[in-house]
């Protein structure tokens, strides 16, 4: 998908998963895999942790995992400045 913004024109990429693993598990695989701590991170009324990577103004990354419902969702997300 592409679209404009205030900055310009981007380009946008997302995808959602889920999976029988636990959301520690999940958690755990992510943060060992991108090298770095959640920047966020909440287990009140099931857990949700958030990455944020690359750099905000031309080529951004997100990775969530968030547990809902019994399941555990993943999603990822790319912005791209064109």
Do not use: C, H
């Amino acid at each position: 998908m592409t679209g404009t913004g205030e900055e310009g024109e981007f380009a946008t990429a997302a995808a959602e998963f889920t999976t029988k693993d636990s959301f520690n598990e999940v958690v755990a695989w992510y943060t060992a895999e991108l090298g770095q701590e959640p920047f966020t991170l909440s287990t009140d009324g099931g857990g949700e942790a958030s990455w944020f990577l690359g750099d905000e103004e031309t080529d951004f990354i997100t990775v969530t995992v968030a547990e809902e419902d019994g399941e555990v969702l993943i999603g990822l997300a790319r912005m791209m400045a064109n």
